[in-house]
């Protein structure tokens, strides 16, 4: 029953996590709200609305505060009840930096999926010429993080190599934050 439990935590925990996520990027790449294709994960995200009278948006109302706060928070939810459910404890400091070093390889890791989705529906487009909209709003989605990454690879034509480039930093900025954190966290007790 607790094993039951605790999978169905996690899920709940995961699904909200990338809901937020989406909202996040939404707001990013400047996505507008009354796009029927878009209008329903604002309404299931109208949580981050609420925290973004708390919170302020930054970068000309693209970068959500409120979304980031609200991910910490479910981070810290997921991470404490985690250790509730397995009958642990965990005390506020090593949660606070627990909490963080996840929200940030949770947030890399979910940019990588998004590179990788833009790079598969980028396929879907030029072998069956058609574009549905949710493929479109993929791409826009993919945009803001692979934007700085087409300034800095060389133009190859039709061979776009930012999205590949970008996918190999994200993971290894996974791989050297989740090295340090290894090295770091025994220290917190």
Request: hydrophobic share 60%; charged share 10%.
């Amino acid at each position: 029953m607790n094993n039951m439990l605790f999978q169905v935590f996690d899920l709940v925990t995961t699904f909200a996590m990338m809901l937020v996520f989406i909202r996040f990027m939404l707001q990013f790449a400047g996505m507008d709200a009354r796009n029927p294709m878009i209008a329903p994960a604002y309404k299931a995200t109208h949580i981050v609305d609420v925290f973004g009278r708390i919170f302020p948006t930054v970068g000309q109302g693209r970068i959500s505060i409120a979304a980031i706060v609200l991910m910490f928070l479910i981070r810290l939810i997921d991470i404490s009840g985690k250790a509730a459910l397995t009958h642990q404890g965990i005390a506020p400091v090593p949660l606070f930096f627990t909490g963080t070093i996840s929200l940030v390889l949770d947030f890399l890791r979910m940019c990588r999926y998004l590179v990788i989705g833009s790079i598969i529906v980028s396929w879907i487009v030029v072998f069956t010429q058609s574009q549905h909209p949710i493929i479109g709003i993929i791409i826009q989605l993919a945009e803001p993080i692979l934007a700085p990454f087409r300034r800095i690879t060389p133009n190859l034509g039709m061979l776009d190599l930012s999205p590949m480039i970008a996918f190999f930093v994200f993971y290894l900025l996974e791989i050297f934050i989740g090295g340090l954190s290894a090295n770091f966290m025994p220290m917190l007790g």
